[in-house]
């Protein structure tokens, strides 16, 4: 017998091509084995909402156990779940390889895909993840204007919260008409022969991400900017879609299944020319990093984009391991109050983010590793929007706490989200805007 935590837990694949998988009295009998297992251990109590869902559900329960728990009431817990993969990666001693096997977030996914294809879905949430339709009509001109109006309007999202599920005072992103991709058309790649490492290959190809592209745009101008003054040249990643993170999250496998089938080829056709891939949003990261190979092990294009997805600050800091990053800032930054975001925590690389923000002179950073609640969707709906700002609220307090210069994430999502819990009028600045800001360029 091995207590899983011992050593690096062991990850099997999702299994979401076998039918025992999309069976429901099966999956119903591995809920009741797993929150048993859960109720008995309760360390993961302050994570988010699910587990003090199932623990109410259970203390109020005739037997005080998990079979006087109605089945019926097991999906209040799996809709608290948004795959933050936190229990697993940080709390949970009985991941595999211990005996028991238990992967909460992978089993709370199989209970999404079947609620999912039984049609148990809302329209909200099927609009709310269709992130590349709502970018590609938000970002026209002149309706751009007319979203972020409505989105701000105070009479308007009321409507919407009636109407449509949304809560009206969850923080909902800008619309920008002048997308990344727009932005980018005339960019060339900095005319520099790449200088290689033993894990990089000096160029890179920046994957935008939906929320890149369409919401906050600078953030990969601001990229674009950091790496080529390290003499990095980039290119944007044309003919790519959303990673699929949010459908995946809502449990809509065949859409998961045709953004990999749209990306993959792409993306390996750029690292068969010799293109690193970056992204800066954790999510789509870890989407290619785990989720993907995890559902299609199989597929040697996946494992080939696997093996060259990175993180922007984990690659500046293996080019700076082999003596190939720009220390030369400009500016100090003073105390930064840093979020670590979950989806990032979870890839076991490491606060490469704040590693490399301590090399600028005069520079504090000081790390918050909790979760801030957002999960991309979770917070813009009506009924979990209060467990949101609920979990953000540890976060918000350190940040009040410790009174910095700025405060940051590398989930700009988060970061917006612990904007909303402030609620004084400042405003985050992504790491790769501070990094740029510390070169002064």
């Not at 779940?81 to 996914?109: A, G």
């Not at 917006?416 to 002064?440: F, Q």
Request: one cysteine or more.
């Amino acid at each position: 017998m091995r207590e899983g935590n011992l050593e690096a837990p062991t990850r099997h694949p999702l299994g979401q091509d076998k039918a025992e998988f999309w069976n429901q009295q099966a999956l119903l009998e591995e809920l009741e084995r797993v929150f048993d297992i859960c109720h008995g251990c309760r360390r993961c109590v302050s994570l988010c909402g699910s587990f003090p869902t199932l623990f109410d559900l259970v203390d109020e329960s005739a037997t005080f156990e998990v079979d006087g728990v109605a089945k019926d009431d097991y999906w209040k817990v799996v809709d608290h779940c948004y795959l933050c993969d936190l229990c697993y990666m940080t709390k949970c001693p009985y991941v595999p390889p211990h005996e028991w096997n238990v992967d909460f977030p992978h089993l709370m996914l199989r209970a999404k895909a079947i609620k999912f294809n039984q049609g148990d879905v809302k329209t909200r949430d099927k609009l709310i993840t269709s992130t590349d339709t709502l970018g590609k009509f938000a970002s026209i001109p002149v309706i751009t204007q007319t979203v972020n109006a409505v989105n701000s309007n105070r009479a308007t999202r009321k409507l919407l919260d009636s109407t449509l599920g949304i809560h009206q005072d969850s923080l909902l992103p800008k619309y920008h008409s002048s997308t990344l991709e727009k932005r980018t058309r005339k960019h060339r790649p900095r005319d520099t022969q790449p200088d290689a490492t033993a894990t990089t290959t000096g160029k890179v190809a920046l994957f935008a991400t939906c929320y890149g592209n369409y919401n906050e745009p600078a953030i990969g101008e601001d990229l674009i900017k950091v790496f080529e003054h390290n003499n990095i040249p980039v290119i944007f990643a044309k003919d790519t879609r959303c990673c699929g993170m949010p459908k995946f999250e809502l449990g809509d496998l065949d859409a998961v299944t045709r953004a990999k089938d749209n990306n993959i080829p792409v993306l390996a056709k750029l690292i068969g020319d010799g293109w690193d891939i970056v992204t800066p949003v954790p999510s789509c990261t870890l989407m290619f990093k785990q989720e993907l190979p995890l559902m299609f092990p199989d597929d040697a294009d996946v494992i080939r984009v696997q093996n060259a997805m990175f993180d922007p600050f984990e690659y500046l800091m293996l080019r700076h391991k082999a003596g190939k990053f720009n220390t030369d800032f400009k500016k100090p930054l003073g105390k930064i109050s840093y979020h670590v975001a979950c989806h990032l925590r979870v890839q076991n690389i490491g606060m490469k983010t704040r590693d490399a923000l301590e090399l600028i002179p005069d520079t504090e950073v000081l790390p918050i590793e909790r979760c801030s609640g957002h999960d991309g969707t979770y917070t813009f709906k009506s009924e979990f929007h209060d467990m949101a700002m609920k979990i953000c609220r540890p976060v918000v307090n350190k940040v009040k706490q410790t009174e910095p210069d700025y405060y940051t994430s590398d989930c700009a999502m988060a970061a917006h989200h612990i904007e909303a819990g402030l609620a004084d009028n400042s405003k985050p600045l992504h790491p790769l805007s501070l990094l740029r800001k510390a070169y002064d360029i």
